[in-house]
């Protein structure tokens, strides 16, 4: 059973920027694709960002798109979702999620069977 446990929310003025962290229980990225997703009060969770399996390729929203950067460090098991010009509109609960997940899949929460509990994400205006 993968466990992750997500880190790096915090509060930061509009423009700014924080790196979210994903740490993974076991030896999981070079397996698993890996997802970011977000959900703001009293609204759905929506896809975010997103790195392929083998690491080769990532996906964005259109809405973070040129501000968001997905990575990964496989050596210390750790994932990054790196949020520059921060927005209010981007202030959520943030989660990362895994999985041997396909491409067609990756922007759908369906696609991950692993999920963080995630972290809090308040951008102030």
């Known amino acids: 059973q993968v466990q992750l446990v997500e880190s790096g929310g915090g509060l930061v003025q509009a423009g700014g920027s924080l790196r979210l962290s994903c740490a993974a229980s076991?030896?999981?990225?070079?397996?698993?694709?890996v997802g970011w997703f977000r959900q703001a009060p009293g609204e759905e969770r929506e896809f975010v960002a997103a790195?392929?399996?083998?690491?080769?390729?990532?996906y964005y929203a259109d809405y973070v798109k040129g501000r968001f950067t997905v990575s990964r460090d496989i050596a210390k098991n750790m994932v990054y979702l790196q949020m520059n010009s921060l927005k209010p509109e981007d202030t959520a609960l943030y989660f990362c999620?895994?999985?041997?997940?396909?491409?067609?899949?990756?922007?759908?929460?369906?696609?991950?069977?692993?999920w963080g509990q995630g972290t809090q994400v308040t951008v102030s205006s």
């Open positions: 999620a895994a999985g041997r997940t396909i491409t067609s899949s990756l922007r759908s929460q369906s696609g991950y069977p692993y």
């Open positions: 076991e030896r999981t990225y070079p397996q698993y694709a």
């Open positions: 790195l392929s399996r083998n690491g080769g390729s990532s």
